[in-house]
């Protein structure tokens, strides 16, 4: 009796734990569900405020007010050149980095990672000062490809953490055969790896991109031509006099802002949950 009375003491607690943490993550989701609806709602809401409503009635003028060039395509353009650009920068030279790494044992592989641990580990806003001294000097602040070069350098650590590992799980007797055929070692990574490794390579890029296109603090800095600043920057325009917003045209413009990276996402997003299946490739 006591032993049936201990297992439904047992099990009650257990129900009453996922109780609890059915209940945090049901707060967490709403934390994360409710920006989103406020975001949505409003862009089609003509009288947006803060509060998360459904609209009296749904109109598309929010839209249609910042659906302009110089509101919202022009600065599309600038983020989509410095994003592409600097992801595509990113993920090269990450993979030229990387391979090295996961292919050739040296003494000094740990050092040089655990450098590369530290670079991700520093806040942008400690280097900037003598970033921008340093563009200054050399003719590259107000520039796009500066803007590009200085947001691939503040990506590439972690990128080749990533890239690394991705490409620690290529047998390397795949690339011995190659060597074999007499392929070199630039041939074999970008014929036989980098393929193989698709779901790395996507997620590299994905996440290069993402924290490029969010990032508010780096094209602020070191743009000054009003022609040139992404719409991470330019959305602070909604931001009016003493503390009035346009409530309304911001969601809707966080609303294009944001297509994009759906948008690659949902491009990459077959990539990103494939596998490498290899287990057989090397058999026989």
């Known amino acids: 009796m006591a032993v049936l009375t201990r297992g439904a003491t047992l099990r009650s607690r257990r129900s009453g734990r996922r109780l609890a943490a059915d209940a945090g993550l049901l707060v967490v989701a709403a934390a994360f569900a409710l920006p989103l609806a406020w975001v949505v709602l409003s862009s089609l809401d003509p009288r947006a405020d803060l509060r998360v409503k459904v609209p009296d009635g749904v109109t598309l003028s929010n839209f249609d007010a910042v659906l302009k060039p110089d509101i919202t395509f022009t600065p599309l353009l600038n983020s989509l050149i410095l994003c592409g650009g600097g992801t595509a920068l990113t993920v090269v030279c990450a993979a030229l980095a990387a391979y090295p790494l996961s292919r050739f044992r040296s003494r000094l592989n740990r050092p040089f990672l655990l450098t590369i641990l530290f670079a991700t580990s520093l806040p942008i806003t400690a280097i900037m000062v003598p970033v921008y001294a340093l563009f200054v000097q050399v003719n590259l602040i107000d520039t796009l490809q500066g803007t590009i070069f200085f947001f691939a350098a503040s990506q590439l650590p972690f990128a080749i953490w990533l890239m690394k590992n991705f490409m620690d799980g290529v047998p390397k007797e795949l690339e011995e055969a ?29 996440f290069s991109f993402v924290m490029m296109w969010g990032n508010f603090f780096v094209p602020f800095m070191l743009l000054l031509t009003p022609d040139q600043m992404p719409a991470s920057v330019s959305i602070n325009e909604f931001f009016g006099n003493r503390g009035t917003v346009v409530y309304g045209q911001l969601a809707a413009f966080s609303v294009i802002y944001s297509t994009p990276v759906i948008l690659l996402y949902v491009l990459v997003a077959r990539r990103l949950g494939g596998g490498f299946a290899l287990g057989g490739a090397v058999k026989g």
């Not at 980098?194 to 590299?204: I, R, S």
């Open 178 to 206: 190659a060597w074999t055929d007499g392929a070199s070692s630039l041939q074999s990574l970008v014929r036989i790896v980098l393929p193989l490794m698709g779901p790395g390579v996507a997620a590299v890029t994905v």
